[in-house]
């Protein structure tokens, strides 16, 4: 597809993530994604947002990178509300079964963990089902996935990795965890080097993190990276499998809010994004000051949703009388 213009709306929805990508190609025929919905109040604001500014009631493909609450959530709303066309999400139930799971895990944690096991994997389920009673074309976007019109090629997870993954989804809170070690704001005269020993102390290890889809948006050869939640684990998988693809990116979309343990030093070096967008609410680690930190130093311009609200990127896309000039971190 060669497009002649596009714009990818970061929507201010706190620590949550919801991304939209409007573009069009030569013939002027327009194609909407979402990639992700935030949480289930979020949904209403995404469909305000697609008819206030793009004059439309539908999406060309719904993308959700893994089923967090903050990341699937509004897509319940959605599907009720507005047309979608095409929907790619990952099918447990084609992969492995809840019994399964749970076996993964110690007597002493069942109880802990139990609630959450059933809840992730039921948001996948539920969402699912309603997919597929719409009619709607639904995929699982495993790396090698190319969508048949728009510039979209999945990377990562493969299918064996995220069937290892799927055996150890956790509770909910090792997902957002404090960090052992005290994050300190770091001056900007610190080499990389120096910063690694800060923000590479300890990687994302959990599994539904690890799980996100990892796609790269490709209009014109530019490339734009969409991360999800994936954390080093996943990303340095991808990284050995496609490195071109995500050498020297114009655009990052920053994964897990910002948080220091989805990104090292050594990723940062390799993706070198021109531009990098966070979509958190800037409290605690979302954004991590030492992931910022290392983006600059890179030669990044750093923005985040927390600070100045919904951004909007755009290449030959008229202009917003309601908007103005982004803030850099």
Not at 145 to 174: M, T
Request: net charge negative; charged share 25%.
């Amino acid at each position: 597809m060669n497009v002649i213009k596009y714009e990818i709306d970061m929507l201010n929805v706190k620590a949550a993530d919801a991304i939209l990508i409007r573009c069009f190609n030569e013939k002027n025929w327009e194609y909407i994604i979402l990639i992700d919905a935030g949480n289930k109040s979020d949904g209403e604001i995404i469909k305000k947002h697609i008819k206030k500014y793009y004059k439309q009631n539908y999406i060309d493909l719904a993308i959700c990178t893994h089923p967090d609450n903050d990341h699937i959530g509004g897509f319940d709303y959605l599907l009720d509300n507005i047309k979608i066309d095409e929907f790619w999400i990952h099918d447990p139930s084609k992969h492995i079964s809840l019994s399964d799971v749970r076996n993964k895990i110690s007597e002493a944690s069942l109880t802990k963990s139990l609630k959450y096991i059933t809840e992730t994997l039921d948001n996948n389920v539920n969402i699912i089902d309603k997919i597929d009673r719409l009619e709607i074309t639904r995929k699982e976007p495993f790396n090698g996935l190319k969508h048949h019109s728009l510039p979209i090629y999945v990377l990562g997870p493969s299918i064996e990795y995220y069937e290892e993954l799927l055996k150890f989804f956790k509770d909910v809170d090792l997902l957002f965890e404090q960090e052992a070690i005290f994050e300190k704001s770091l001056l900007d005269d610190i080499s990389i080097t120096a910063l690694s020993e800060t923000l590479d102390e300890e990687d994302d290890k959990s599994a539904e993190n690890n799980s996100s889809a990892v796609f790269l948006f490709y209009p014109n050869d530019k490339k734009y990276l969409f991360a999800g939640d994936a954390g080093p684990l996943s990303l340095n998988k991808i990284i050995e499998k496609y490195s071109s693809y995500t050498q020297n990116l114009h655009w990052l979309k920053v994964p897990h809010h910002g948080s220091k343990k989805s990104l090292s030093s050594d990723l940062i070096s390799h993706f070198s994004p021109k531009v990098s967008y966070i979509s958190g609410n800037g409290k605690g680690k979302y954004p991590s000051q030492a992931v910022v930190n290392v983006l600059k130093k890179v030669g990044s311009d750093v923005y985040s949703t927390h600070k100045g609200g919904s951004k909007w990127h755009q290449v030959n896309s008229s202009p917003r009388d309601d908007y103005s000039t982004a803030i850099k971190l």
